[in-house]
């Protein structure tokens, strides 16, 4: 199966002016798997791979990577091989060929040693079973490194961390082993502190919250304090695996050691709930983040409405959907209901994403998934009904509503959140229309806009 291929005709103008200009930053192309973003030059190198069958042909493997590098420079062929090490690279048929290439790009004049390349492959060779090769690397780096202990516990740090991203569970028990006699035997409070770091938040990645509060643990006995970062990772960790008695405990913690539970912390809790269809615990939790006066953020609206199974098949259906938040609020069931309720009293979140002046009024719905541009789009147009019954209000002169062009989707230049509120725009009758100048935005005179929504003031 051919994956990735893409077919680029390069203009001859370029071709013809490219020994007398600058260089072109390199065109990234996002990966549907949300890895490293690949250039056009290493589309066409991994496509050259997969269409002569080079990945079982060592032979024509090395022939095809010699002549990539060395027809490539620095920036495209360290971005090649930086997407094959990326744990959600797209192209995992050719990740055996990871390793030549880096040798082949640490052969080259322009290279810079570095070691966190050297972290990020270890645990590829460990997974196909190259157990020497990876060995090898190590031991070459702590060679280089073993008078420097602060970038040599950034090494090992960076190993454990790229171990648990791409599970591999020898490479990690290993890399494990390693930083724990680092941080055990070293008298500096940086190595120390950075090495518990990197081990609380791997060994949550890798499904062991218990034994990284362990490691908070004996932290404490070896007169480290815990950062708020590693009992954030202790509680997500809890709270991913759907333990949620530990997670809660662990609030508890961080309260009594003097860390005020935020905005972050929250989301990591309400992820967690709303990952497991517990979204009774959810509602509360909002309540105690008003109580508490913690600011609600995008995340926070993403993280509630991505858990309601309603509200999500409004907004990835073909049909109609409720066109105002109480109409919403009547159609959804009790716990969604409930859930809307809390976020829509809260109005920062609205506010943050609103500019208004003379001039313009501006949502801007970028960071937002479709379930919270939906529901922000509901609030903002009941905001700016309220807003215009008021005889002083200055009626902007443009109206725009900013949503990107799918830039950051899962599929590049298609926008969920775009189709959302054009169909949205469709059903509400509204005089918002793509701007031809800039198809990531919705524009509209001010004034239409205002008697489209309170035509009795006309």
Known sequence: ???????????????????????????????????????????????????????????????????????????????ALSHLLSPRNSHPHLSAIAFPLYTKISEASWYNWNPK???????LLDIQGKHDESQALIS?????????????????????????????KQGFNDAYGYLSELVNNSSSMYVKKQGYKS??????????PNEAENVVEDMIKNGVKPSLFELRFVLYGYGKMGFFEYMERMVKKMEIEGFVVDTISSNMILSSYGAYNALP??????????????????????????????????????????????????????????????????SSVLDEAMEWDDLELKLDLHGMHSGSAYLIMLQWIEEMKSRFRVKECVVPAQITVVCGTGKHSSVRGESPVKTLIKAMMVQMKSPLRIDRKNIGCFIAKGQVVRNWLIPSLD
């Not at 199966?1 to 001859?12: D, F």
């Not at 070459?140 to 791409?166: A, P, T």
């Not at 081990?199 to 062991?208: N, R």
């Not at 995008?298 to 073909?318: A, D, E, K, Q, W």
Request: include cysteine; hydrophobic fraction near 40%; charge should be positive.
């Open 281 to 346: 615990k959810m509602v509360p939790w909002l309540q105690k983040m008003k109580a508490l006066e913690i600011p609600f953020s995008i995340r926070t609206y993403n993280c509630v409405l991505n858990s309601c199974p309603m509200i999500m098949s409004f907004v990835r259906g073909s049909g109609g959907f409720p066109v105002s938040v109480s109409e919403l609020v009547n159609v959804l069931d009790e716990d969604e209901a409930l859930l809307v309720k809390e976020l829509v009293e809260s």
């Open 117 to 123: 390349l050297v972290a990020d492959l270890v645990p």
């Open 140 to 168: 070459k780096v702590v060679s280089k490194l073993k008078f420097k202990e602060r970038d040599l516990v950034q090494f090992y740090c960076n190993l454990i961390e790229s171990c648990s991203k791409h599970e591999s």
């Open 1 to 79: 199966m051919v994956i990735g291929i893409l077919r680029l005709t390069i203009p001859s103008s370029w071709n013809h002016h490219r020994r007398h200009c600058l260089r072109p930053t390199p065109l990234l192309i996002k990966c549907e798997s949300g890895g490293v973003p690949l250039t056009k030059q290493g589309h066409r190198f991994f496509y050259s791979l997969t269409s002569t069958a080079a990945v079982d042909d060592p032979a024509t493997a090395n022939r095809l990577i010699k002549k990539f590098v060395a027809s490539s420079p620095k920036s495209i062929a360290l971005n």
């Open 199 to 208: 081990m609380v938040s791997s060994l949550c990645e890798m499904g062991q």
